[in-house]
């Protein structure tokens, strides 16, 4: 790992070469020029961006140490250790709005100089980490294509993601200051159940199913609404409410309507394959029913194969008279 660069800013020369020979001695990278007015040092540390940079806090010039510091953690983020000669409290307490690392109180002592950077660059490079893990999770969470909240055991908003604003037309700040916002974009017939549905899912850890649901965007379009949503459980098993995914599912919605209707339509059509109609050439001496391959078909078999219909075999009086009047036992059933 290369060395921390250093920049010192301060006014007094020999005080200045001997914290620089001290920095060398330290192993730390010393800027070779020291800065000697407050005036200068943002133009410097923008130049050459140093790792830390120890800064008297009263300076020559019209602008003091305080000023100076508090431009260059405001713009550049650089940490700041300041060296005073003063234990004058109102000072020290002004210098902390600048919000410095430490202070280093002059004459400086090798060993406090040698811990008070340590430490000072310990802590940076944790300060740098945890900011760039937060500007990486900040990232992920506001660049997510559906809309995500957090809302907290209590019901306000602890986090709302910006793509509520492409989904509904309001900004995450509406939801916000208003938890109860949500409830006013959904459309009047769903506004109770889904009111219900929600209060009961903030209040529990229990895995939910997903909701489907209409809301009346700012521009007065209706779009279709999945919610899914989960509790928030912390590394101690502490609840802290539900994390909730809002997606755009309009044009799903349009599919599955079109094809329900497309499945009655052909459900229509299959019935009424099955239903007989029209013109049917029948035989006028045998009864039989010519299809429309040209092949003559016995009555029963055609309506059959053509409609839904089924027969229930039986004989009717005039034709069991003929074909069984003679026999004893179709006479002894009609004296009967």
């Not at 001695?25 to 200068?40: C, F, N, S, V």
């Not at 893990?133 to 997510?144: G, V």
């Not at 889904?194 to 209706?222: A, C, M, W, Y």
């Amino acid at each position: 790992m290369d060395p921390a660069k250093i920049l010192i800013v301060e006014d007094e020369i020999i005080f200045g070469m001997d914290l620089m020979e001290q920095l060398s001695q330290l192993g730390y990278a010393p800027e070779p020029e020291t800065i000697r007015y407050a005036e200068d040092a943002f133009k410097a540390a923008q130049e050459k961006m140093p790792d830390f940079i120890l800064m008297d806090i009263k300076l020559k010039g019209e602008m003091t140490g305080i000023e100076a510091a508090l431009e260059i953690t405001e713009k550049l983020h650089i940490p700041i250790i300041f060296l005073t000669a003063f234990s004058d409290k109102s000072i020290i307490e002004k210098a902390k709005k600048a919000g410095p690392y430490a202070f280093l109180k002059k004459p400086v002592k090798y060993e406090d100089l040698k811990n008070t950077l340590e430490i000072s660059l310990y802590k940076a490079r944790m300060e740098k980490k945890l900011k760039e893990s937060e500007l990486r999770f900040k990232t992920i969470a506001n660049y997510t294509y559906d809309w995500e909240t957090w809302i907290s055991p209590e019901g306000i908003y602890l986090y709302c993601s910006p793509s509520c604003e492409r989904l509904t037309g309001y900004s995450p700040d509406n939801f916000i200051e208003n938890p109860d916002f949500f409830y006013t974009i959904l459309k009047s017939d769903e506004r109770e159940r889904i009111k219900e549905e929600f209060h009961s899912h903030i209040s529990s850890t229990d895995e939910q199913n997903p909701l489907e649901f209409e809301i009346v965007r700012k521009d007065g379009e209706v779009i279709w609404i999945e919610h899914l949503c989960q509790s928030v459980v912390s590394p101690e098993g502490k609840y802290l409410g539900r994390r909730g995914n809002n997606r755009d599912i309009t044009q799903r919605k349009k599919l599955g309507f079109e094809l329900k209707k497309k499945v009655k339509q052909l459900q229509e059509a299959l019935d009424n394959i099955k239903t007989l109609s029209g013109l049917i050439p029948i035989c006028s001496s045998c009864k039989k029913i010519r299809d429309d391959k040209g092949y003559w078909n016995i009555l029963e078999a055609y309506i059959q194969k053509y409609s839904d219909a089924t027969f229930s075999h039986g004989i009717c009086p005039e034709c069991a008279g003929r074909l069984y009047g003679d026999q004893e036992w179709y006479k002894n059933i009609k004296i009967r």
